[in-house]
């Protein structure tokens, strides 16, 4: 290792996850996966060759963006990057048209091998003939082959490279993306910190990573080119740096950091047990985001009220074969019981998106994983066997406590008509089998997360038991902006007037038609935003666990008749800089 690589060296990103994390870097290539192999019917060839092309498009599209990404760094005279360009244009040119994907295609056909098997196939006879060759310039090929054929088994099998879970203790992850399906494996005992060249704070990496409480920094562009696993790294969560061989003077500083932020933590701890109430007596309540079962612990810890979201999606990752009925009932019904007589908000199947596909669902191809195709109630109401299923748990473990079902990326009243019908018929069947069901089925509530859904709020409130407003995809969808796109992540706001307007007409038809109303979107969790969410009208907030206590803070210093007042000035504004200064003044004046 050169001089160079050893003295300390930093590395900016978008920090998503609050903290610090001290530790060794452990870089997980791309493509290390195991690969699959095996035999498959002649009725299934074309099938398969078609999931290879949708596995090209993906990895294709996946090198568009880092090549975009190593294009700025041209702009601020990294002349490495250009190598890196010229590598990035002949993989691309690979994923055209290359003797090694027509050797794959043809592979599916005469050997009838799966895409996985067919693609390694290729790669290795195409190395063994480069090799024999005795030629510098192809034997330099061989390892772009390699990276290309690895790319598209790691998008074909959607694994993670390595096993994430069995980490040695005290990493931080070093990665080029890492998933939710990779991020929901994370070990937060053995993993102190994340650092990714891909990401932005809203995805569901980021808000994964907030959950299992590992400090996280996304979008650092250049990453790869300046960590070796076992290199000492520091991620500072709070300000989006990576520090890659910290001195010692750097390391001291930061635990010194670390330390103060423990004992912040350690203060807000003792409002757990506290109300949340606004200093003119208007009660509030706290609850709780959940998507990994290890969460529960923090939420119970939290004093949270319930959960208002729990994302159930992240059960039906990292497996072959969706959960069966009584898996999912045997999980709800653990975490009911944990959560001590409060309400869960369980929220069927919301898969796609930047959540990626599952292997279940491959039927819908590159549509599963667009967050403009087959999600969320779409992909549920298309495999309805799979929602009456995740139906018929819920209503078992609503035996054993309170719940709700809410339906994801609704947008439009008969998408909530025909889940009703669905869960009707799930009560049907589950009664015919004997099972002990409460008189009244749960209440079925609609999340406002698109535009056209929140403008029509006022028709869905006639339909919906309760909403929850996911300011999340709301952001997205209104202001066109990838959430999960480091790029645009100095784009993405909530503050624009586009979707305060969206929240407010929401919230407002949710009040009129007297249905509960909830904001579990990550604004719900920041207490900068708590004057404006109250002003609104909204009482329940559901977030991560370890933003309760700061959000009951902000609350317990709050006067909402100030904050409504200070609301209705926002809402006038058509300014987005405007509406920020008017918000940060509020909270300046009276923290
Ligand atoms: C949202 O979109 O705001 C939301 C809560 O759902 P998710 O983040 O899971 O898409
Ligand atoms: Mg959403």
Request: one cysteine or more; charged letters at 25%.
């Amino acid at each position: 290792m050169t001089d160079k690589v050893a003295s300390e060296h930093v590395v900016e990103g978008l920090g998503v996850s609050p903290g610090i994390g001290i530790g060794v870097a452990y870089v997980c290539e791309s493509g290390s996966a195991r690969i699959p192999e095996y035999r498959i019917r002649p009725a299934e060839v074309e099938a398969e060759q078609r999931r290879l092309r949708e596995a090209v498009l993906r990895a294709r599209r996946q090198l568009g963006r880092l090549r975009a990404k190593t294009r700025e760094r041209v702009a601020t005279r990294d002349w490495a990057a250009d190598e890196v360009i010229y590598l990035l244009d002949a993989y691309m040119m690979m994923l055209k048209d290359s003797r090694l994907l027509r050797g794959a295609y043809a592979r599916i056909a005469a050997e009838r091998v799966n895409a996985e098997a067919a693609v390694q196939a290729e790669v290795v006879a195409i190395c063994d003939g480069f090799r024999t060759m005795q030629d510098a310039y192809l034997s330099a090929r061989v390892e772009d082959i390699r990276e290309v054929g690895n790319r598209l088994i790691a998008q074909l099998t959607r694994e993670p490279g390595k096993p994430l879970f069995s980490i040695p203790h005290g990493s931080v992850i070093v990665a080029e993306e890492l998933t939710p399906a990779e991020t929901a494996q994370l070990d937060p005992d053995h993993v102190v910190g994340i650092a990714a060249q891909m990401g932005g704070p809203q995805g569901h990496t980021a808000i994964l990573a907030r959950a299992l409480g590992v400090p996280t920094v996304l979008g650092a562009a250049g990453l790869l080119d300046s960590v070796r696993s076992g290199d000492p790294i520091l991620i500072d969560g709070d300000h989006g740096q990576i520090v890659v061989h910290p001195t010692p003077m750097a390391v001291q500083e930061y635990r010194r950091r670390r330390g103060e932020r423990q004992d912040e933590e350690r203060a807000l701890r003792q409002l757990a047990g506290k109300p949340a109430v606004t200093r003119d007596g208007v009660p509030i309540s706290l609850q709780a985001n959940v998507e990994l079962p290890m969460e529960m612990e923090h939420v119970v810890e939290a004093g949270a009220a319930g959960i208002g979201l729990l994302r159930t999606e992240f059960m039906f990752m990292n497996r072959p074969m969706p959960p069966t009925e009584d898996e999912q009932y045997g999980a709800l019904r653990t975490l009911i019981e944990r959560a001590g007589g409060y309400c869960i908000t369980v929220r069927t199947l919301d898969l796609g998106g930047d959540k990626g596909a599952v292997p279940f669902v491959g039927q819908f191809g590159d549509s599963a994983t667009s967050p403009l195709g087959i999600r969320g109630i779409r992909l549920s109401l298309a495999r309805a066997e799979l929602l009456e299923t995740q139906f018929r748990a819920i209503l078992r473990a609503g035996a054993h406590g309170p719940v709700r079902i809410l339906l994801p990326m609704v947008t439009a009243v008969a998408e909530v008509r025909a889940a009703r019908d669905v869960l009707a018929r799930a009560a049907r069947r589950l009664y015919r089998r004997g099972v002990d069901l409460p008189t009244t089925l749960p209440p079925l509530g609609t999340m406002i997360e698109v535009p056209g859904a929140a403008l029509t709020a006022d028709a869905l409130a006639l339909v919906s038991d309760f909403f929850a407003i996911g300011s999340n995809d709301l952001t997205m969808y209104t202001l066109a902006i990838d959430r999960s796109d480091e790029r645009v992540a100095h784009l993405y706001n909530p503050l624009h007037p586009g979707v305060l307007r969206m929240i407010q007409f929401a919230a407002a038809a949710a009040l009129r038609a007297r249905i509960p109303v909830c904001v579990c979107g990550e604004i719900a969790g920041e207490p900068r935003f708590t004057p404006l969410l109250l002003g609104l009208g909204f009482r329940e907030l559901s977030m991560t666990a370890s933003s309760i206590a700061r959000v009951k803070r902000r609350i317990l210093g709050l006067d909402l008749l100030a904050a409504q007042r200070r609301t209705q000035l926002i809402m006038d504004e058509t300014d987005p800089l405007r509406i920020q200064v008017l918000l940060d003044d509020f909270n300046a004046a009276v923290s």
